[in-house]
C-alpha cells in the first residue's frame, strides 16, 4: 500500500508560480515512478508530468513542456511539481499518483498508477 498526499494548491494570478508536493507513505518510495495528472472541471483527467524512481528521466505533456519542472527527494519521500507562469487554463485539481510497478520507466496513462493521492485545487485568476 502507498499513501499519498498532495499539498501547496491555493489561487494565484496568472504568471505567478506554485510549487506542489506529494508526500508519500508505505512502499519503499524511491523504488516506483511517480506522476502528476489534472482535472478541470467537466473534462477529462490529463497527464501532467512523470518522474523515474532516480529522477533521472521525466516527462511533460506539451501544454506545460518548458513551464512545469517535476522532481523527486527520495531522502524526503517527496515528489514536487514546480509552476511557472502558469495560465487560467491550468487550473484544474491536481493529483499525484505512484507506479509501482514500474521504476525505471514512467507512464504517461493514468490507468498504469495504483495509487492515488486526494487531490489539491490550483485557481488562477487572469
Known amino acids: 500500500q502507498v499513501q499519498l498526499v498532495e499539498s501547496g494548491g491555493g489561487l494565484v494570478q496568472a504568471g505567478d508560480s506554485l510549487r506542489l508536493s506529494c508526500a508519500a507513505s508505505g512502499r519503499t518510495f524511491s523504488r516506483y515512478a511517480m506522476g502528476w495528472f489534472r482535472q478541470a472541471p467537466g473534462k477529462e483527467r490529463e497527464f501532467v508530468a512523470a518522474?523515474?524512481?532516480?529522477?533521472?528521466?521525466?516527462y511533460y505533456a506539451d501544454s506545460v513542456k518548458g513551464r512545469f519542472t517535476i522532481s523527486r527527494d527520495n531522502a524526503k519521500n517527496t515528489v514536487y511539481l514546480q509552476m511557472n507562469s502558469l495560465k487560467p487554463e491550468d487550473a484544474a485539481v491536481y493529483y499525484c499518483a505512484a507506479d509501482v510497478a514500474r521504476s525505471g520507466i514512467a507512464s504517461m496513462n493514468g490507468r498504469e498508477y495504483e495509487y492515488w493521492g486526494q487531490g489539491t485545487q490550483v485557481t488562477v485568476s487572469s
Open positions: 518522474i523515474t524512481w532516480s529522477g533521472s528521466n521525466t
